[in-house]
T-cell receptor, first 113, second 110 residues
Framework: DAGVIQSPRHEVTEMGQEVTLRCKPI?????LFWYRQTMMRGLELLIY????????DSGMPEDRFSAKMPNASFSTLKIQPSEPRDSAVYFC???????????FGSGTRLTVV | QKEVEQNSGPLSVPEGAIASLNCTYS??????FFWYRQYSGKSPELIMS????GDKEDGRFTAQLNKASQYVSLLIRDSQPSDSATYLC??????????FGTGTRLTVIP
């Protein structure tokens, strides 16, 4: 089991540029979650999918953020245009069913300068 | 608004002592409760889950749940320096969604 795979591990970009974060969930898991973690706000849920369908995107901070899950094995989180306040660690997590807890990926550390 | 509150840290305990981490939650309908450990610069790792009132033990870790008081705790016996991390409480918010607390940083002093 390779776990949840995220790429890239680190991303440094200039303000105004487009950023795309990628996630491959554990095979067979039917739920996928995108979180953002900062020192000030802790873990914040941005959006989650059940069976590839977005269920709740109320945590997406602005229209600059978008997420897709075209199939059961791949999801992207896109920020366009990026801003310095988007700097954070972005985690993807997946789970098999309710009450089973999540498995997190290693995260993407995003720095927008 | 569903909330998960954890006792303010940081918490420091000497090696070999018991570390006690506490969490309260606001949604009475929550059915599943989890503790995650996060080392600095790493991702959260699931270490305990509990679903019924009472205690659940796994090695040096004991999770305690009291649904009437909306309270979850994690006890770490014989604390080791390797237990130094941030511990996150997470509560099932329905529809396979979890709410996380802000975490308690634990330092075990050799």
């Amino acid at each position: 089991d390779a776990g949840v795979i995220q790429s890239p591990r680190h991303e440094v970009t200039e303000m105004g540029q487009e950023v795309t974060l990628r996630c491959k969930p554990i095979s067979g898991h039917n739920s996928l979650f995108w979180y953002r973690q900062t020192m000030m706000r802790g873990l914040e849920l941005l959006i989650y999918f059940n069976n590839n369908v977005p269920i709740d995107d109320s945590g997406m901070p602005e229209d600059r953020f978008s997420a897709k899950m075209p199939n059961a094995s791949f999801s992207t989180l896109k920020i366009q245009p990026s801003e310095p306040r988007d700097s954070a660690v972005y985690f993807c997590a997946s789970s098999l069913y309710r009450g089973n807890g999540y498995t997190f990926g290693s995260g993407t550390r995003l720095t927008v300068v | 608004q569903k909330e998960v509150e954890q006792n303010s840290g940081p918490l420091s305990v000497p090696e070999g002592a018991i570390a006690s981490l506490n969490c309260t939650y606001s949604d009475r309908g929550s059915q599943s409760f989890f503790w995650y450990r996060q080392y600095s610069g790493k991702s959260p790792e699931l270490i305990m889950s509990i679903y019924s009132n009472g205690d659940k033990e796994d090695g040096r870790f004991t999770a305690q749940l009291n649904k009437a008081s909306q309270y979850v705790s994690l006890l770490i016996r014989d604390s080791q320096p390797s237990d130094s991390a941030t511990y996150l409480c997470a509560v099932d918010a329905g529809a396979n969604n979890l709410f996380f607390g802000t975490g308690t940083r634990l330092t075990v002093i050799p």
